[in-house]
């Protein structure tokens, strides 16, 4: 009978066969990444409510999927169409306000400066600035097609991320158990056990993001209290929400309050609205930086058991290599890839990869331990002896 049995070099050649159509695959198919990661990173954001409802509530796993994925998705379409008319008029009301000001700029400088011998003529300075502002907000025609191609380019990817979104949340227990057959039999309650592992670090990941949100909302709020800025508690609320997207977020919730300033002041410093706007994006500037250096690298690093050294040079690299959604997922993809190299490095020495570290046995003193006060001075009473009248 033929032995139908691969040879070893057979074997080899197919495998790197293989892997070369999947490294070509990928790269042709390189520009999907982002979306899909992204729909996974929102999916991992949503499946814990999913848990929580399946096992405090005994909600059946689909229902409770279904019940998160469209609630979720209603307010991610009904927030921002709330809030666009409202921006939209401040948005206009700050263009206006400028205008305003170069128009008292323009007026200011429309008579010569004199410094000694030397006049200065800088009424033309504002009517180009001026222009150019106007420009700037005014697209031109021939952008109209880049915009409406860029727009479409984007509807279509941000379609692709609510589908694969729904599909994540919904079916995640499927795509994990076909992931996990892929293995050999003999090894796949390693992979489930690797997977619990893997698991517990996103979910400590996303403990110490919670923990950063709130101590960036409660800071916020305080501090913007303090200066007398109005709506300062929705506006910290805002800034810790926005803080568990890196570097954007926390922009965008100080950029809403420095237009805040702008137009509203303070509601006791007597300053004017631009040094009071300048205040807030100082204090901004200091805060943001305490956050990024030491907070941030502090709680992240201490929830996947990482130096917060590694965890600030790993953020601080995505952001430049990657951009934002690398800064956001870099610290729990090095603390899987660390728990997947304990994992080879254990069964590439023979060792069990998930045998429980030895506990530290406390040495043995002769001492023996304190006695409570009364039992104290019961013995020394006895062991003294009585004097002798």
Do not use: C
Request: charged share 15%.
């Amino acid at each position: 009978m033929t032995d139908k049995t691969w040879s070893t070099p057979t074997r080899f050649f197919v495998l790197g066969l293989i892997i070369a159509f999947v490294i070509a695959v990928a790269w042709w198919m390189r520009e999907l990444f982002e979306p899909l990661i992204l729909a996974g990173v929102i999916a991992y954001l949503l499946y814990p409510l999913v848990d929580f409802l399946r096992t405090r509530l005994r909600m059946n796993t689909k229902v409770a999927a279904h019940l998160v994925y469209f609630t979720a998705l209603i307010l991610m379409i009904a927030l921002p169409g709330s809030l666009v008319p409202f921006l939209s008029r401040q948005a206009a009301q700050v263009t206006t306000d400028l205008l305003h000001t170069l128009d008292q700029i323009e007026a200011t400088l429309a008579r010569p400066v004199s410094l000694g011998i030397v006049t200065l003529h800088l009424e033309d300075l504002v009517p180009e600035l001026k222009r150019s502002f106007t420009t700037f907000l005014t697209p031109l025609p021939e952008d109209a097609w880049h915009i409406l191609e860029s727009t479409s380019r984007g509807a279509l990817w941000f379609l692709v991320v609510i589908v694969t979104t729904y599909y994540f949340v919904t079916d995640w227990d499927r795509v994990r158990e076909w992931l996990i057959r892929l293995a050999p039999q003999e090894y796949q309650p390693d992979m489930r056990r690797l997977y619990v592992e893997i698991k517990q670090v996103w979910l400590a990941y996303l403990r110490g993001q919670l923990t950063l949100m709130v101590i960036v909302g409660i800071t916020f709020s305080i501090l913007w209290s303090i200066i007398g800025l109005p709506g300062a508690v929705l506006l910290g609320i805002i800034g810790g929400l926005l803080s568990i997207i890196p570097d954007v977020g926390p922009f965008a919730a100080t950029a809403l309050a420095v237009i805040v300033a702008l137009l509203e002041g303070s509601t006791w410093m007597p300053v004017n609205n631009f040094l009071f706007a300048l205040i807030v994006a100082g204090l901004y500037v200091v805060l943001i930086n305490v956050k990024n250096v030491w907070l941030r690298p502090y709680i992240l690093g201490r929830s996947v058991h990482m130096h917060e050294g590694v965890v600030f040079v790993a953020i601080i690299a995505a952001v430049v290599f990657t951009g934002i959604l690398g800064a956001f997922i870099i610290v729990p993809v090095l603390a899987s890839l660390a728990a997947i190299g304990r994992y080879l490095r254990a069964r590439l020495l023979g060792l069990d990869p998930f045998a429980a570290p030895p506990e530290e046995e406390t040495p043995p003193t002769s001492a023996s331990p304190p006695l409570p006060k009364r039992l104290f001075w019961q013995r020394r009473k006895k062991e003294t002896p009585h004097d002798e009248n």
